[in-house]
Each structure stands twice: as C-alpha cells, then as structure tokens.
C-alpha cells in the first residue's frame, strides 16, 4: 500500500546545519605589493550531494555548538587596491577618446531609413469598359 502523502523536496530551512564554514581569502595588489586578507563566515548544509552555505552575518546568525571549517581559497590579483588609491594617479594616461554624437545620430537615422522595409506595391486591378466586351 502506497503512502498517501505526497514527498517533497527538503528546503534549506528544514535542513540542520552541520558545521560553520570560515572561508579565508586574499587579494594581491599589483601597485602597492601587499596581500589583503578578508573572511567570510557561512553555515554549513548537505544534503545528499548538496552542499549549501547560508552566510552568517551577525551573532544572533550563531544558533548551535558545531565544529568551524576554515577554508583557504586561491588568492586573486588586482592592479590597484582601496590602500594604494590616491587622487590624480591616472593623471599620466590618456583620456578615453570622445563618442562623436552628431556623427553616430547621422549613422543611425541613415541605417534607419535603410533598413525601413518598403509598404508592398499594389496590384492595379484591370478595369474593363463596356466595349471590351
């Protein structure tokens, strides 16, 4: 006998965390030579082959005593970072080039009218006089 209640899909609410995730990552700044280091902090759901991380903002986000995973990523390279920022240090590079307006709005209308399909000729119907017959 078949069990009447239909099976759902168990949602990210309903599943127990198993651990808090501590994700570690860098960012190597090209201009000045330093490393940054930032972290993020995540609970930890699986589920099957599923995994989730629901991130944790807050202490009050801190509900259960459970093991913390700390997991340390690549780190990624910037050319420039918030530290080494100064006004005026592009001052040196060119400036991008102009957007020539009137001459793209010509463009346009001209692409415009080209490519405006044609209203269809129409047929003139022969007209027929009492003569003809």
Request: hydrophobic content about 30%; proline content about 11%.
């Amino acid at each position: 006998m078949s069990d009447p209640t239909p099976k759902t899909l168990v949602t990210n609410q309903k599943l127990p965390p198993i651990a808090y995730q501590v994700q570690l990552r860098s960012t190597f700044c090209q201009r000045c030579q330093a490393t940054h280091e930032y972290s993020e902090t995540f609970e930890l759901r699986v589920y099957r082959n599923f995994k989730n991380l629901t991130p944790i903002r807050t202490m009050a986000d801190v509900n259960y005593n459970m093991p913390i995973n700390v997991v340390k990523s690549n780190p990624t390279i910037t050319p420039f970072c918030h530290e080494c920022v100064k006004p005026g240090m592009f001052n040196h590079l060119p400036r991008p080039p102009a957007l020539d307006v009137r001459v793209a709005s010509d463009l346009w209308q001209t692409d415009l009218v080209r490519n405006t399909p044609k209203p269809p000729e129409k047929k003139k119907r022969a007209t027929f006089t009492l003569d003809d017959l």
